[in-house]
């Protein structure tokens, strides 16, 4: 069991390492829109122009940030907690360090709530959430001989 543990949090560790990376950038990215907006109309009255934009529009960009920063929130929860799955992986297989591998995988399945509760819900998430909770329960026998 320490060695499917072990196997199963090394790579859904690396999945959330990756995934997390990029939703973090990708939200980051998106958090700023409103900025570029206020910059453009800036630098269009400094240039003489004018830049008009319907309220639909103003209430868009106000929703697209509002979602970039659940997306920076989110993966940059799975992002730490890809790091720590990746250290508590190492552990499954030094057969040391119960309680670092339940910090990762609880850390981890934090991660996943907060992408279920702001970005949305999908089923994958779901999964990765009964993977860690099996890794924890595969934690239970390390320090013990096989």
Do not use: H, P
């Not at 709530?113 to 026998?141: N, P, Q, W």
Request: glycine share 16%.
């Amino acid at each position: 069991m320490r060695i499917a543990g072990g196997i199963l949090l090394l790579v859904f560790g690396l999945w959330n390492l990756i995934g997390g990376g990029c939703t973090a950038f990708l939200g980051g990215a998106a958090s700023k829109v409103g900025d570029f907006q206020a910059e453009a109309a800036k630098a269009a009255k400094e240039a003489g122009g004018n830049i008009q934009m319907s309220e639909e529009a103003k209430k868009n960009l106000a929703q697209v940030g509002s979602s970039g920063q659940g997306l920076f929130i989110s993966g940059v929860a799975s992002l730490i907690g890809g790091l720590l799955s990746i250290i508590g992986g190492i552990m499954f297989f030094l057969n040391k360090g119960k309680m670092i591998i339940m910090i990762a995988c609880g850390v981890s399945v934090i991660g996943e709530i907060l992408s279920i509760a702001l970005v949305t819900f999908a089923i994958l998430y779901v999964i990765k959430i009964l993977v860690f909770g099996f890794c924890i329960f595969a934690s239970t026998k390390v320090g013990q001989e096989s």
